[in-house]
């Protein structure tokens, strides 16, 4: 229990610092962004496993916070800080299986009959997706997505996209899709994933995931929009968000900044250099473990 608030702790905090920094530099999205938001998820679990802090030595005279007696503060009913907590982390992951489970349940099956011929000779034509399955979906939505592992991909399209899309419209898209298997994309989402799993009490962690996904996917159309008008693969985009449900704020949120970032030049990917990142790390990492 210690080890998770202490966890969690430190994401807060980091969080809090990390906002505050890029705000004040208007860092934009790219290749920073991505490390900084990858950063927010590892370090606190780095930093809260440094051993030697559980002592009360060291919380009573070393540290520079003492959260155990934040954690005792009382609140209405007899209960404490800690219970609010603990509440917190409740509803965190419930969003976790709200946000990762129920939507795996409620997508229809797609299956491999009815794929365009076009379509298949684009995808199979892309380097590594020899093998790449394509699926259609009955949804009437629009709706393109990738599944699978390395070697044996999925490609998932919806019957709505095969209605909607052109034909150049289709290159952009699986140039896209195709972009999130390359230069490792794949591998440190995944990865990333994982972390975020063993978090999904800590809110700041859910955030950051997130953000770090929405990053990836400006990134991917960066390389979709390469060699080619940007508008084309802004008005996909724009098809995906009329099409998505006016419930789901942040999935139309990220659309619309995807579309910004991508009509404003794409990512920039050298925002910051890369010394500055490595002094804001060590930072931190000298910063945190005081913190228990």
């Not at 080890?3 to 920073?32: E, K």
């Not at 005279?61 to 007696?69: H, Q």
């Not at 799993?197 to 995931?209: E, I």
Request: charged content about 15%; some cysteine.
């Amino acid at each position: 229990m210690t080890y998770l608030w202490q966890v969690a702790l430190h994401s807060a905090v980091m969080g809090s610092i990390l906002y505050a920094w890029t705000r004040q530099v208007r860092l934009p999205s790219g290749r920073t962004k991505r490390h900084l938001l990858a950063l927010l998820l590892v370090l606190p679990m780095v930093t809260a496993a440094i051993p030697g802090r559980g002592r009360v030595e060291f919380a009573e005279g070393t540290a520079i916070l003492n959260s155990a007696r934040i954690l005792a503060v009382p609140l209405p009913g007899s209960l404490h800080l800690v219970d609010a907590f603990v509440l917190l982390a409740i509803l965190a992951v419930a969003f976790t299986m709200w946000q990762e489970l129920l939507p795996a349940l409620r997508r229809p099956k797609a299956d491999g009959t009815d794929v365009p011929g076009f379509l298949e000779a684009m995808v199979h034509g892309r380097p590594g997706w020899a093998q790449c399955v394509v699926r259609v979906s009955p949804l009437a939505s629009v709706l393109v997505v990738t599944s699978g592992r390395p070697g044996r991909p999925q490609l998932i399209v919806s019957r709505g996209a095969l209605d909607s899309l052109t034909a150049p419209e289709w290159e952009a898209v699986v140039a896209h899709e195709h972009a999130h298997w390359c230069d490792g994309r794949w591998w440190h989402t995944h990865a990333l994933f994982a972390v975020r799993l063993v978090q999904c009490y800590n809110p700041v962690a859910l955030w950051a995931f997130r953000e770090y996904c929405n990053e990836v996917e400006i990134a991917c159309d960066a390389v979709a929009a390469r060699g080619r008008d940007p508008h084309l693969l802004g008005r996909v985009l724009l098809k995906f968000y009329h099409s998505t449900d006016r419930r789901d704020v942040a999935a139309r949120g990220a659309l619309r900044k995807r579309v910004d970032v991508l009509l404003a030049g794409g990512p920039q990917d050298h925002a910051l250099p890369p010394l500055t990142m490595l002094a804001a790390s060590t930072v931190l990492l000298g910063l945190l473990p005081w913190i228990v």
